[in-house]
């Protein structure tokens, strides 16, 4: 008898053995791994200083407590409940209203999909900058060497000239993860988060220690947590937390419903939740400390304040600031291999959970096997990242299609989702028991106001906010028919990816299932026979 046929009880179906992560701590480290991305590095600390210091804290604690926790164990409810990737899950929990519930995990799905194609790139563009850290190749002037010698970035537009110093390494990532996904959940997913997860911890701890001890580095910290209270006033602020929180737990497109979907059916769900959902905001927290203490000696070098200094977050951060900060410091070349290593690791175990999102849904469809979908999805996923983004417009094209995909592609696709499944088919008390059936930190009626009414409501001002402002003021001054070309064509793209997908055919049917435990209980409809009876 298998792992999968002992782990599932009596009366629940499948209609085959799933596959399964070979316990609770690995998939608590796949989880986390997903969780601490790129962003965790070199977004969070800029967020933070931008939006009160210290008394961001407060906000993002709340954000933390109100929306993402809540909706990380939604995404577990829905995936471990109905056994799927998204497209399976929402089916299936739509079954009673018709097929239709199945397109919301196809834009998911498109979701990942187009993510994918550009979080490769930059994980690339990591794994260039870990070897140049070597000879500090980019010289006295980090922007011009990552705009013109290593990316030649042109004018916007589409542009068919590869550059070498891009695709190279961009096709190494792509091979590495073409070959996780291949090899399965536990040989594949979760040995490389095992390996790679303390692996990161222990470098990045090992960078924060040495920034501490820069001159300049008290400043930094100072400007990072000394809070600006004023600051709680202003309503921007708790979207900025809300949004920060949101967007770093990789929660409502797909990941977290696939991951809880191999967890065993006796399996725990919001313990695990906690460890991962803490465990993200503590490296972030690690990552504010170690890029301020950074920023900081690097303003007391130039003899400025850290208000001064420019670039605090994103690509400029990454590529720009962080390398003109190596090329000053005792050991440069050693700290910008911690911390260019650190980058490409916490972006490739992120990178493989956005990938496993769109090849377990390909396998459920079409019922492939894993390395069959990873192939597939990868070869076709690897054509489109190089044809896109190893170019001389690469950068730009990243820019616009990652505003879109996250600001709009996302937010909308949580919007939708907790409207669906709390308002449409009313089936919050159903995933609040599951959660309650399976594990030890119990969740009461307030879990389901909390997605219900507080998420919908904060995420749909976020974006309509964002919509309006993408309308009317456009994006980084660039053309109005390149943004229509790769951002509101991305959604597009997404759109039609969904309703193309849930029309085709499935290899086999997914409705052929029963979720387990039952709902509502036995015991409760029992009970209540007994005393209409004997009334």
Known sequence: MTDAERSTPTGATDERPREEWTGQVGFILAAIGSAVGLGNIWRFPGVAYENGGGAFLIPYLV??????IPILFLDYALGHRFRGAAPTAFRRIGRAVGRWTESLGWFQVAIAFVIGLYYTAVIAWALSYFVFSFDLRWGDDPAGFLTGEYLRVGEPGISFEFVPNVLIPLAIV??????????????????????????????????????????????????????????????????????????SLSIA????????????????????????????????????????ATLGFFAFQQGIAVADLEGLTGVGLSFITFPAIVSQM??????????????ALAGFTSLISVLQVVSAAIQEKFRLSPRAAAIGVGVVSAVLSVLLFSTTTGLLALDVTDQWANNIGIVASAVM???????????????????????????????????GVLAPVVLGYMLVSRIIALIVDGYEGMPGWYLLLFGWGTIAFIVVAAIVMTALRWRDSPDDFTPWPEYPPVERVASQTERKVSS
């Open 63 to 68: 954000a933390l407590l109100t929306a993402g």
């Open 174 to 247: 792509w091979i590495a993860a073409i070959v996780v996904l291949a090899a399965g959940v536990a040989k594949g997913l979760q040995r490389v988060n095992v390996i790679f997860l303390p692996l990161l911890v222990v470098a990045f701890l090992i960078l924060v220690v040495r920034a501490l001890f820069l001159d300049g580095a008290a400043e930094g910290l100072n400007a990072l947590f000394t809070p600006d209270w004023a600051a709680l006033g202003d309503p921007n602020v708790w979207i900025a937390a809300y949004s920060q929180i949101f967007f």
């Open 253 to 292: 497109f797909g990941i977290m419903i696939t991951y809880a979907s191999y967890r065993r059916r006796r399996a725990n769900l919001t313990a695990p939740g906690l460890v991962v959902a803490f465990a993200n905001s503590s490296f972030e927290i690690l990552a504010g400390i170690g890029v301020f």
């Open 330 to 343: 005792p050991g440069g070349p050693l700290f910008g291999c911690l911390f260019f290593g650190s980058l």
């Open 417 to 451: 989702m907790t409207i669906l499944v709390i308002w449409v088919l009313r089936r919050g008390p159903e995933l609040r028991y599951h959660l309650n059936a399976v594990s030890t930190f119990k969740v009461g009626r307030l879990w389901v106001a909390l997605v």
